[in-house]
């Protein structure tokens, strides 16, 4: 199996409407995955009911990497991920991640920091992909 990355993720999560939930989940993440985003911890369940909750509120949207690095089972980025809502606005989370990887290559674990760079308030959690 071919290491996932940040890119490939989010654009399976949230920009792929084609692609099962389910298998999206299963293709870059292990069965125990655990994410922090912002102090607040969630099991691999949390994570896919946020993840059919944005699918649901979401239009399109994109993904720009700005630095990624990846030292064996340790990954690390920096990205900002834009998104247009069913109802026409745009927001755009800056996200800084730090993360471990399962010897196949898919997210274990994921610390994350988010910013709104633009958007409104309400949009903040948005960007907790990963």
């Not at 389910?22 to 993840?51: I, K």
């Not at 340790?74 to 927001?91: P, Q």
């Amino acid at each position: 199996m071919t290491a996932t990355d940040i890119a490939r993720a989010v654009n399976d999560l949230l920009f792929d409407p084609d692609l099962d939930l389910d298998e999206a989940l299963d293709r870059h993440f292990t069965p125990d995955y655990r994410q922090r985003t912002d102090g607040v911890w969630s099991d691999r369940a949390g994570f896919a009911r946020h993840m059919a909750k944005l699918r649901s509120l979401l239009r399109g949207g994109h993904i720009e990497v700005h630095d990624e690095l990846r030292d064996g089972l340790s990954y690390a980025d920096r990205h900002t991920v834009t998104v247009i809502k069913e109802d026409g606005r745009t927001s755009r989370i800056e996200v800084s991640l730090f993360a471990r990887l399962a010897p196949d290559g898919r997210f274990r674990q994921v610390e994350e920091t988010t910013r709104l760079v633009d958007g409104h308030e309400d949009d903040r959690n948005l960007g907790s992909v990963t």
